[in-house]
């Protein structure tokens, strides 16, 4: 699914408008019996009371129509224009009149007004704002903003929840908390990244009826990924294959108490479908590893207990490294001889994005798409500081660009970009925030390279995978218990999940048309 800039709904609105003939207040009237559909399914005429917030633009709008609906239905509102501005759309102003034809009449709210009561039992739709929006709210409005938030009650919001910007960072005291997002057409960009997201508990997004055609040509800087993204990419397996046509994978990594990184990745390796899995650890790491995980081969360093020269006499088909291993000066010196003499596909986690980030003249040398999956601290060592959220991303994208490789940015929504080109992940939870989580990424994105896939399809089909894998198994252990060990006994039941349908929702017994 295409996350789109502001502009670009604009433009898919005007284009629309043209093309199917219609005046700019019957989409609006669209997007208003959306909404109403979507609560009336669920309230079904309950007597709860509703308090409309609507600004003066089209997303006030959008709320004063959806008002009218509520009061044809029967429904106990409230309508409250917040008058920050002397200028109305028009689209406003006619859903303003057709609302007074109903004998509905608004309060309207200045800086002088008191906000009206609202019971911790009550709903609040949030339409003052929308996506135009680009500067900080006046003061008074700031505080209703924060009157609304501390009621306790219920929000809906139109779109996207007042206050937020499209593409920069906000005043986080000017921002509506909502507790679910109705979004037009399109999820926004700011649903996924931390600083943004933390004002949307839910989303889901309203089909308004734009031009489909014309919003696939349109190229977008995001793309959100879920299963019907991932599933074309999808490889069977081959009644005639073996082993070796599932490639051999070299995972590369560990230290003296931390062995169990590699183990994670080498399971979750061949979880997601390698043929074969060497593990290159220190000594000390033999007998955990041919112990707890017969299925690896083992190959050691010359040295106890860390990682000094990687030397080995097998042809691997893709090479993950960095887990466990430490930033020492012998695994920097064993690190450094690696990338340059390595041609195949690479997989940088952990220290070995902490030593390419000191050692910065390396990173020319990685060989063509590379992909490295760090936090964001580690990406931070990386990249060095940035202002926002928005400022990060564009860094990474300037960075993946100039050096030909492949930022996995992991977090609540993990973010993959390539060049220009940014991919939102949907699955995972917050209990996959836990030791060796990552370890099992890496092991999942090098299995997949290992079976052939491209780079940039494997990191985002394995990003899919991994988060996708901790969601099933949520299901049964909860947040609290959900190890990464976890993870990886749901890869499976995860590419299973691929070719599952899902259940059709239940459908309101009554809408507006």
Known sequence: MKIFTAQQIYDADKFTIEQQKIESNELMERSAVQIFNWLHMRMQGAQVKIHLFCGIGNNGGDGIALARHLVEHGYNIGVYVVNYSEKRSQDFLINLNRLKDRKMWPDFLNQDSTPPVIGRDDIIVDAIFGIGLNRPPSNWVKKLIQYLNGTGAFILSVDV????????????????????????????????????????????????????????????????IGKNEVLPWYVPREKYSHKGTYGHTLIIGGS???????????????????????????????????????????????????????????????????????????????????????????????????????HPSLIKKLP??????????????????????????????????????????????????????????????????????????????????????????????GVYLHGRAGDLGLEENGYQALTASVIIENIGTAFIDLFKVPETPPQAEETAQ
């Open 161 to 224: 929840p007042s206050g937020l910007f499209l593409h920069k960072w906000c005043e986080p005291d000017c921002v509506i908390r909502s507790n679910y997002v109705l979004s037009f057409q399109a999820p926004k960009m700011i649903f996924f990244l931390p600083q943004t997201g933390v004002y949307i508990n839910q989303w889901e997004v309203l089909d308004i009826g734009l031009d489909m055609e014309y919003l696939a040509g349109l190229p977008t800087e995001y793309e959100l």
């Open 256 to 358: 003296y108490g931390k062995i169990g990184a590699v183990q994670l990745a080498c399971r979750a390796n061949l979880k997601s479908g390698s043929g074969v899995v060497t593990a290159y650890v220190p000594k000390c790491g033999y007998i955990p590893l041919q112990t707890a995980f017969p299925e690896a081969m083992v190959i050691t360093d010359k040295q106890e207990n860390e990682i000094s020269e990687i030397a080995f006499d097998i042809s691997p088909t893709v090479i993950g490294i960095g887990i466990g291993m430490g930033t020492s000066e012998s695994a920097q010196k064993a690190f450094k001889k690696l990338v340059n003499d390595i041609k195949i596909p690479l997989v940088l986690d952990a220290d070995a994005i902490n030593i390419l980030a000191f």
């Open 368 to 461: 063509p798409e590379t992909i490295l999956t760090p936090h964001r601290k580690e990406l931070e060592r990386l990249l060095g500081s940035w202002t926002d959220d928005f400022d990060m991303i564009a860094k990474a994208k300037a960075f993946s660009k100039s050096n030909n490789c492949i930022l996995v940015i992991k977090g609540a929504h993990t973010i993959t970009i390539s060049g220009e080109i940014g991919y939102v992940n949907t699955t995972g939870n917050p209990g996959m925030a836990t030791a060796g989580s990552g370890d099992v990424l890496l092991g999942i994105i090098t299995g997949l390279i290992s079976q052939g896939y491209q780079p940039i399809q494997a990191a985002i089909f």
